[in-house]
């Protein structure tokens, strides 16, 4: 699935790749969203709109499932040494067990929760300036929470691939923003991230209309992907 991409809060639109009818049938590697046209330079604030030029959006971070036996509580197969399993149902509020690798950081293991799924008001995408190209969707955020739970540091590492879900099971529209969106914070987690911290975070999705709403969520980082042949994790 494609995701309309922005970078700050206060730049020009930008347009979708695809309709959001084609963007739901897109397949997911695991490595990488499909990208989208977004502005090359960042904005700090409102105050400071820039010129948007199309460029890919930058893609989450490859895994190497390989490297993740250097934490002794990390493993690249899904159900293996109390990780979560392949296409595991999360409650609201519940954590799943997952490896994690960043570029060059290895072997880490962190505690996913989805901690809320809450409506907001479309009046929010204003600050996103996507003008007609969101016109009629609601914007709903994505609450969850990271915590590391293994012995690798995991300083300035993202964790990204997490997708909202309409009820019929099919994914919402997704928002990549590359700046600061103050209605759904999601940052690096920071220097010195080791075992027991903790970090919340958010991703933005979109419902097509009022009368749909985004009722859950899924991970699709690796292993949870069809690159990996396992399926998604999900909350609802």
């Given at each position: 699935?494609?995701t309309i991409?922005?970078r700050?809060?206060?730049?020009g639109?930008?347009g979708?790749?695809?309709?959001?009818?084609l963007?739901?049938t897109?397949?997911k590697?695991?490595?990488?969203?499909?990208?989208?046209?977004?502005?090359?330079?960042?904005?700090?604030?409102?105050?400071q709109?820039a010129?948007?030029?199309?460029?890919?959006?930058?893609p989450a971070?490859?895994?190497s499932?390989s490297?993740?036996?250097?934490?002794?509580g990390?493993?690249?197969?899904?159900?293996?040494?109390?990780?979560a399993?392949?296409?595991?149902v999360?409650?609201?509020?519940?954590?799943?067990q997952?490896?994690f690798?960043?570029?060059?950081?290895k072997?880490?293991?962190?505690?996913?929760?989805?901690?809320a799924?809450e409506?907001?008001?479309?009046?929010?995408l204003?600050?996103?300036?996507?003008?007609?190209?969101v016109k009629?969707m609601?914007?709903?955020?994505?609450?969850y929470s990271v915590?590391?739970?293994?012995t690798?540091?995991l300083?300035?590492?993202?964790?990204?691939?997490?997708?909202?879900l309409l009820?019929?099971?099919s994914?919402?529209?997704?928002?990549?923003?590359?700046?600061?969106?103050e209605?759904?914070?999601?940052?690096?987690?920071?220097?010195?991230?080791?075992?027991?911290?903790?970090?919340?975070g958010c991703?933005l999705?979109?419902?097509p209309s009022?009368q749909?709403?985004?009722?859950?969520?899924?991970y699709?980082?690796?292993?949870y992907n069809?690159?990996?042949?396992n399926?998604e994790?999900?909350?609802?």
């Amino acid at each position: 699935m494609s995701t309309i991409s922005m970078r700050g809060t206060t730049l020009g639109a930008v347009g979708l790749a695809v309709s959001a009818t084609l963007a739901l049938t897109g397949c997911k590697n695991g490595n990488e969203e499909l990208p989208a046209a977004q502005p090359s330079s960042s904005a700090s604030g409102p105050s400071q709109p820039a010129s948007p030029s199309a460029q890919p959006s930058t893609p989450a971070a490859p895994s190497s499932s390989s490297s993740a036996s250097a934490d002794a509580g990390a493993s690249p197969v899904p159900g293996a040494n109390g990780t979560a399993t392949s296409g595991q149902v999360f409650k609201i509020g519940e954590a799943a067990q997952i490896p994690f690798d960043y570029g060059s950081t290895k072997g880490g293991r962190i505690a996913l929760t989805v901690t809320a799924i809450e409506q907001g008001n479309p009046a929010d995408l204003d600050a996103l300036k996507l003008g007609d190209k969101v016109k009629g969707m609601i914007p709903y955020y994505v609450r969850y929470s990271v915590q590391n739970t293994g012995t690798v540091d995991l300083s300035h590492t993202s964790v990204g691939h997490i997708k909202g879900l309409l009820p019929d099971g099919s994914e919402a529209q997704g928002v990549s923003i590359i700046g600061k969106f103050e209605k759904c914070p999601n940052e690096s987690l920071p220097k010195g991230f080791t075992n027991g911290k903790t970090q919340a975070g958010c991703a933005l999705a979109l419902a097509p209309s009022a009368q749909t709403k985004v009722t859950g969520a899924q991970y699709w980082g690796e292993p949870y992907n069809i690159l990996s042949k396992n399926k998604e994790l999900v909350w609802k």
